[in-house]
């Protein structure tokens, strides 16, 4: 029983694609529409996509351009992609699109009658194509193909590489065997022997006098169409080449495979074969290289580069904006609470200017009390508050008092170093209080703008001490002075 050959759909779409330039103008609309995100599915699936690449530099583009929207509708399920797939079979092959929508059954006598009616010119390509269409959207709708000749397809298929098992012949394959690729190396050095090198030099190969009546020829061909006829001097030729061609040569003679047992060479046959088709050899090696330059730098793939960069520029740009949003909402709130620090400081700082007012009016209040509590005890006689002064030895101490008219005569008996500023006195010298370290204020019948002007003046010296005078009698007061400075 023949063994089925399994059929790659997607070599029949690249040359489907490749030889109808209709389809072009769709693929571009579809792909320009949305570049980023077809280039990214370029570079995702690069690798299976490059094999169908064998055409054309401008055909392999637009298979690129057109298995990125595939890619995107099979590998990425994405549903606007299966309707462009569909939309580009449509535009390319509306016949066959509409023939298989409007049929259940597929009958390819039928099909092929209607074809050549409809389409009274046609090239191979066109119908060829349209059967690869007709074929891939009755597998894809789930309907029949009646009386089609399947083996004919295949023959047709494996010309063109479209089965997974289509290349009759795999270089790599032969060349895998050792046994093989000596045999090559035997036969390549009988014919340098032949033509008369000793080893491979592409110079002296191409300037042999076997293959030098070439050379005009070649010369002259490229002269007319303006070539620089030493471009094949560029293009790195080397044994394997020459191996290449004599494969080639072996496999004209049997066009399917190479008999090694019954192998026989007329190197004369060879050298005309090589002579015939070196240039050939050079310029598909030269076309491959231009290809997968142009592969390497195509613009498009710049672009994606260039696209995708400034993507992640514009992610990082708004994540800096957002930063930048957070650091203002910080720098602000910053400053609140550099305001609210001032204030408090300037809050705890008015406290420290009022600290002494307050402790003085604590002590004053508290002396207050003990003075109703004890107001039947006072001071035996002037004698002992004199020997208790004595004692205390306060004559270095810098005292000022403030109000106390009444007893302005009895302090400065008691106290005589000390500075005493009466009730009247509001425009007194500030500068007294430099040189001050106790000041005690007797705030009975002491006016109001004499007192906030002491306690103003000396909020900010942290030398002077603060206290009110709290009692009634004065030997009571300067008992207390005295407990405040000694």
Not at 157 to 185: P, Q, R
Request: with cysteine; net charge neutral; hydrophobic share 35%.
């Amino acid at each position: 029983m023949e063994e089925k050959v399994k059929i790659d759909l997607r070599i029949l779409l690249a040359e489907a694609i490749a030889y109808n330039p209709k389809t072009y103008l769709k693929i571009d609309e579809i792909f320009n529409n949305n570049k980023q995100y077809y280039l990214e599915i370029l570079k995702k699936y690069e690798k299976e996509i490059l094999p169908f690449c064998i055409y054309s530099l401008k055909q392999d583009d637009y298979i690129r351009k057109f298995f990125s929207i595939f890619y995107s509708a099979v590998e990425e399920n994405n549903t606007n992609d299966q309707e462009n797939v569909y939309e580009i079979i449509k535009t390319g092959w509306y016949y066959v699109y509409q023939y298989v929508k409007t049929n259940k059954n597929i009958d390819i006598d039928n099909f092929l009658k209607k074809f050549v009616k409809k389409n009274k010119v046609f090239t191979n390509n066109q119908l060829n194509t349209s059967l690869y269409i007709l074929l891939i959207l009755s597998i894809w709708e789930g309907i029949h193909i009646n009386n089609f000749d399947e083996h004919q397809l295949i023959q047709h298929i494996f010309i063109h590489g479209a089965s997974n098992d289509s290349v009759k012949f795999s270089k790599e394959k032969f060349y895998s065997n050792l046994e093989n690729k000596n045999l090559i190396k035997d036969i390549r050095n009988k014919y340098f022997k032949y033509i008369g090198l000793k080893k491979f030099n592409i110079d002296d190969f191409i300037n042999n006098s076997k293959l030098h009546k070439y050379n005009n020829l070649y010369a002259f061909i490229h002269d007319i169409e303006n070539i620089d006829s030493y471009i094949i001097f560029n293009i790195d030729m080397n044994e394997e080449d020459i191996d290449d061609l004599i494969i080639y040569y072996i496999l004209s003679q049997n066009q399917s495979e190479i008999d090694l047992d019954n192998l026989k060479i007329n190197y004369e046959d060879l050298n005309n074969f090589i002579n015939a088709n070196l240039s050939l050899k050079i310029y598909i090696k030269a076309f491959k290289q231009a290809k997968e330059y142009y592969r390497q730098n195509n613009q498009d793939l710049f672009l994606h580069d260039i696209l995708k960069i400034n993507n992640e520029l514009n992610i990082e740009k708004n994540k800096n904006e957002k930063l930048l949003e957070e650091i203002n909402k910080l720098k602000e709130e910053i400053r609140e609470k550099d305001n609210i620090i001032r204030k408090l400081q300037l809050l705890n700082s008015e406290y420290e200017k009022n600290k002494k007012e307050l402790i003085a009016l604590r002590s004053y209040i508290f002396e207050n009390k003990q003075e109703n509590e004890n107001k039947n005890e006072n001071i035996e006689d002037e004698k002992s508050l004199t020997e208790i002064i004595k004692n205390k030895n306060i004559v270095n101490k810098k005292i000022l008092i403030v109000g106390g008219n009444k007893w302005v005569n009895k302090f400065k008996e008691y106290l005589p170093n000390a500075i005493i500023i009466t009730d009247d006195n509001i425009n007194f010298d500030v500068k007294i209080l430099n040189n001050v370290e106790y000041v005690f204020i007797y705030t009975r019948y002491l006016s109001h703008a004499l007192y906030y002007k002491i306690i103003s003046n000396i909020k900010n010296k942290n030398n002077i001490q603060l206290y009110l005078l709290p009692y009634q009698n004065i030997e009571q007061n300067i008992l207390y002075l005295l407990d405040k400075i000694c």
